[in-house]
């Protein structure tokens, strides 16, 4: 019965959905793990064995595969929605936030080159070489994530298990991520302090969130049983072959912003720098916060900026 600010609205409900959409990856990714096997001679067939004979396993591979943009979809309202309305201002949770989203990136990444068709081999030869921009270090340290000379079994094994063990170190940053919310409580629309005007959690925003449960859980069914590959690329349905490269190598939707960044600045080592600027600046925001009121819901110029952002 934690109390809650009475005037929270259904944008504080992505937190919620959030932690629904990582047990629904932590399960379905489970099952995948038992039939999965991370070898390149191997993998694109298991995943098809996965699709094809076990029993359900077509339904927890898309689950899994769409899974990972409704995290995305959510985790990304989740934080516009904190950016819009100062829940910045609570520092440490703010912090862990940021953490959780780099780690969630990570985790989709390595997940992305494990059907090892040919969108994963090339976004994994492409990404990791990224870390040859470094100067002095870079050359040794793409090798050394690849275990080689070139995205190979070693790269394959390696990023399996770290795509298996990360969701789990999520969980963990999440449940800490959750205690310093219980410290501080949460922000509400108006960014006024609200102890003065709560109300119990359950059951007045335990049903709230039930009620989002469900509705997520019923779009997400939605699009696995209509239209389970809308999301993902065709290039994929072909087996990974180094020596062919595809037309047009582009990540998954939600990696498109980190695609433009690198696109549109010309030096390589330039461009990787504005891509991790571009989230890590999330973090600095506690600490530039000047302006009389939490949020930019009272700023309208502000609020003009932030849309514009959104949009482009």
């Known amino acids: 019965d934690l109390p809650a600010p009475i005037n929270i609205s259904a944008w504080w409900n992505f937190g919620s959905l959030l932690f629904l959409c990582l047990m629904i990856q932590i399960l379905t990714g489970l099952f995948l793990a038992m039939h999965y096997t991370a070898d390149i001679n191997l993998a694109f067939n298991s995943v098809n064995h996965i699709c094809r004979d076990v029993n359900y396993g077509w339904l927890l591979r898309t689950m899994h595969a769409n899974g990972a943009s409704f995290f995305f979809i959510c985790i990304y309202l989740h934080v516009g929605r904190g950016m819009y309305y100062g829940s910045y201002l609570f520092t440490p949770t703010w912090l ?12 989709a990444f390595m997940g992305y080159v494990l059907p090892w068709g ?27 994530v690849w275990g080689g000379f070139a995205v190979d079994n070693a790269t394959l094994t390696r990023f399996f298990t770290f795509h298996f063990i990360l969701p789990f ?4 940053a999440t449940l800490i991520h959750i205690l ?17 005007d709560k109300i119990p959690f359950h059951p007045y925003f335990t049903f709230k969130d039930i009620v989002g449960f469900i509705v997520m859980t019923m779009i997400l069914l ?29 990540p998954e939707w939600y990696f498109l912003f980190a695609y433009a960044i690198l696109r549109s600045i010309p030096n390589k080592l330039g ?17 530039y916060h000047l302006s009389k009121f939490r949020g930019i819901q009272f700023y309208p110029i502000n609020q003009i900026l932030f849309w514009v952002m959104v949009v482009t």
């Open 222 to 250: 939605l699009l696995v049983l209509i239209n389970p590959y809308l999301l993902g690329d065709p290039d994929n349905f072909i087996p990974a072959n180094p020596l062919v490269t595809p037309v047009h190598i582009q």
């Open 180 to 196: 310093f919310l219980h410290e501080t409580g949460s922000s509400n629309p108006m960014g006024l302090n609200s102890n003065i």
């Open 96 to 107: 862990v936030g940021v953490i959780i989203l780099f780690l969630v990136m990570g985790t």
């Open 118 to 144: 040919q969108m994963s081999f090339w976004g994994a030869t492409v990404i990791t070489n990224l870390l040859s921009a470094i100067p002095y270090l870079g050359i040794d340290l793409v090798q050394w």
């Open 169 to 172: 170190i999520v969980l963990a």
């Open 271 to 287: 461009g990787v720098i504005a891509l991790v600027l571009s989230i890590a600046i999330l973090a600095i925001l506690p600490f």
